[in-house]
Nanobody, 116 residues
Framework: QVQLVESGGGLVEPGGSLRLSCSASRSRLAINVMAWYRQAPGKERELVANIANGQHINYADSVKGRFTISRNKAMDTVYLQMNDLKPEDTAVYFC??????????WGQGTQVTVSS
């Protein structure tokens, strides 16, 4: 059973930074896409950023210029550096991987709260 382990969430003041990490519990998973999603209370889950085949990167318009996604391919780890955080970034952040065969897996989520 593959598990995705997330870390790095927490409480931060507006304008602050956090770095999320997500690692797979097994290696050699043939991962195509690694991504971060988020879900705020009462809202649908939305894509924050993804990185495909280690090089093609997409960001939600709301985080462009503030968030950076990166991947350590050798370790099957994905990071999300979040700068200039805003209260509207408050959500549970989920890591996701999609393997080349099409299987998508999810982490359990980590809470990010931006508040003064």
């Amino acid at each position: 059973q593959v598990q995705l382990v997330e870390s790095g969430g927490g409480l931060v003041e507006p304008g602050g930074s956090l770095r999320l990490s997500c690692s797979a519990s097994r290696s050699r998973l043939a991962i195509n896409v690694m991504a971060w999603y988020r879900q705020a209370p009462g809202k649908e889950r939305e894509l924050v950023a993804n990185i495909a085949n280690g090089q093609h990167i997409n960001y939600a318009d709301s985080v462009k210029g503030r968030f950076t996604i990166s991947r350590n391919k050798a370790m099957d780890t994905v990071y999300l550096q979040m700068n200039d955080l805003k209260p509207e970034d408050t959500a549970v952040y989920f890591c996701s991987i999609t393997q080349w065969g099409g299987t998508q897996r999810w982490g359990q989520g980590t809470q990010v709260t931006v508040s003064s």
